[in-house]
């Protein structure tokens, strides 16, 4: 996807360097979809699993996605190879080296127990492997972390009881629960008892979903995404939107969610390949953020999409030519958004502006930083005053 777009900024290279160096937080993360080629391969071997696809040069190809669903049928396939406790471990140790290196520093982590316990994997296996996976990067990279459990929009409400239930002897290592795959044609509203569940006794799950990623198509009106839209907030109450980024199709939708400082992980790469927008250059990321909606920078599946999480920070500052005050906004906001207490979410967004400040040359930039460096105080103070 990088290799697409100008090398230079016109802003100057010091926005690109803040760029990779800015501690980020990430919301957004299928945990499944940081499988690269290499490791499904490594792991089908391994495992003797034989995939439908013969080399790994020929599943890149595969690529080239039409639509949501089209990438969901590699994605399954490629899930298919992870059977045991280290496959599981290996590919969440994986995406932690690679995301710490581009400064990823807490990742709130999705996982999809349906995909691997439909295949006759135990939901113990799926949980160990990747909460070990997790421990040892807080252990040796210094990252922290949180996993949502997520359940499958295309299966049953049943289905996703029967998993809420199957979590219940690991809730310890489990903050919330969210909802993906398939979005046309699953309603909120289907989720509602689940989620009912999930947020009570004896689990304590905190709420997210994804919705608002697709636009219209066929029967798939835009007056269906902006009601699922509410729903999600009214039926399921989500405290954070996954995508979202359809919201801007309604100004009481906009209103809502910036009033409340509802949060919406945007993944920029995600929605260029899988169509919901033509090209990067087109990405309503800055309108988002200049509607007021709390948005953050997330790279969903980036085994698939083209980067991970730093890539499309850097991606985006060069398409939508994001000066450098927009992208200290940007990752203050991956903080505010993030599941940690107040005092870390305002000492967090405290070191987006130290570094932020160490890049900043004109005026506009350093009045920048100085926002993020009030909002850090402000959520901090908050904290301390409760
Ligand atoms: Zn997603």
Redesign the pocket.
Known sequence: MLSALPHSHPHGQHVLDFCRDVPKSEM?L?IEGTLEPELVFELAKRNGVATHLPTVEDMKRALDFKNLQQFLDLYYAACSCLLHEQDFFDMTWAYCVKASSQNVRHAEI?FDPQTHTERGVAFSVVITGISRALEQAKRELGMTSALIMCFLKHLSGDDSIRTLEESLPFKDHITAVGL?STEIGNPPSKFKAVYDLARAEPYNYRCVS?CGEEGPRGDYTEETIIGDMWKTLELLKVERI??GIQSLRSPELIKHLSEKRIPLTV?PF?NVRLRAVDKLEDHPLKKMMDSGLLVSINS??PAYFGGYCGDNYLGVALALQLGLADMAELAANSWESSFLPAVAKGARIGDVAQVAERYAKTEEERSGVEKVLERGKRIGAVAIAN
Request: glycine content about 0%; some cysteine; proline content about 0%.
């Open positions: 957004h299928h999705f993906d994804h996954d995508h993944c995600s969903d599946d």
